[in-house]
């Protein structure tokens, strides 16, 4: 929140809906980022449930990297991509273990000082959605079988 100017700051994707920090920090950017589609209901996902569903897909994180620069103040234009080793469950799909990527653009515009007053994202997210969903879905028998037999016990027992 120290990079923007809070009071100005704006967010859209593809052309659509300016958000503000105040929306970005209230309903999170998997939401604000990614419309229902068949893959994801950004409508019946929380800041919470989100951030949990993609720590669990992506146990080892997701990060987020700057690729390439195309153009500096006040409009710096760059290459993007967010990736990350499909190794957990999506929504009862089965993890894969591939590196599952998405690539984009953005244009942020900045202050005199390099704060960001807005920032335009552009990404197709459906190729990466789909390969979250193309381990199959697992059902809770499957799910139960693959588990660890003594999981549940380790669980109750007491830190050592």
């Known amino acids: 929140w120290l990079?923007?100017?809070?009071?100005?700051?704006r967010v859209s994707t593809n052309?659509?809906?300016?958000y503000t920090a105040a929306d970005v920090s209230a309903q999170g950017t998997y939401n604000l980022f990614m419309a229902d589609s068949e893959h994801y209901k950004a409508s019946e996902e929380t800041f919470e449930s989100?951030?949990?569903?993609?720590?669990?897909?992506f146990p080892q994180g997701?990060?987020?990297?700057?690729?390439?620069?195309f153009s500096g103040?006040?409009?710096?234009?760059?290459?993007w991509r967010h990736w990350g080793h499909f190794n957990g469950e999506y929504k009862d799909h089965a993890p894969t273990g591939e590196t599952v990527e998405i690539i984009g653009m953005s244009i942020a515009?900045?202050?005199?000082?390099?704060k960001i007053v807005s920032l335009e994202h552009y990404f197709d997210n459906s190729l990466f959605?789909?390969?979250?969903?193309?381990?199959g879905k697992q059902t809770k028998a499957e799910n139960q079988r693959s588990a660890c037999p003594f999981s549940s016990w380790f669980k109750k027992s007491p830190k050592s």
């Open 3 to 9: 990079s923007i100017v809070n009071d100005k700051f």
């Open 15 to 18: 052309g659509g809906v300016e």
């Open 50 to 57: 989100s951030g949990k569903l993609f720590y669990t897909t």
């Open 62 to 69: 997701f990060p987020w990297e700057v690729v390439e620069v």
């Open 73 to 79: 103040p006040p409009n710096v234009t760059f290459k």
């Open 109 to 114: 515009k900045v202050s005199d000082d390099l």
């Open 129 to 135: 959605l789909e390969k979250l969903t193309s381990g």
